[in-house]
């Protein structure tokens, strides 16, 4: 049965129950979440497997791709290091301010990342130096489809230009 909620709703719903929550459980599961070393760490993890029950049943079965498990783990841990939902995309928040809290070069390397494993830790350390606030629904999406596309309006966000970004129509001719 599914109910075809989006990826950043169901997300952000798992987050908030089980992550950002004040009682015993979520601060468990966040500190394990944060501990996990890779994506192994993580998928031997319940709330990682919690997380990909519900989007099994909101019609986004990460199973069926390639490298679902390594999405499913980066999901995850990523937003073990959130702990304040805002308006800000991840991206807006890394080049925001002057100096920015990301440098040009830490940002370079995290977008240039392609593989979901890979971005694990770097995304982490990326989160804490923007006081682990982002929006929570927007990056959990971004991270589910990690591609060009997403990795391109992070480099219009990150620089300010979100009014230059292409629109789906001209992505699309």
Known sequence: ???ERSVGSTCMSWWGTHVAGDTGPARQARAQLRRAGGVTAALCLSATHDLNRRLIEA???L???RDGPDRLALIAVALSHVTEHRNDTAAKRFGGGDPKPLSDIRFDALIRTKA???LLRPLARSL???GRTVNVARLATDLYWWNDRVRTD???????A???KPTSEETNV
């Open 1 to 3: 049965m599914t109910d």
């Open 59 to 61: 019609g986004h079965d």
């Open 63 to 65: 199973r069926r791709r």
């Open 116 to 118: 979901p494993g890979q």
């Open 128 to 130: 804490q130096l923007v």
């Open 154 to 160: 992070w480099c219009f966000d990150y620089h300010g």
């Open 162 to 164: 979100a009014d230059a």
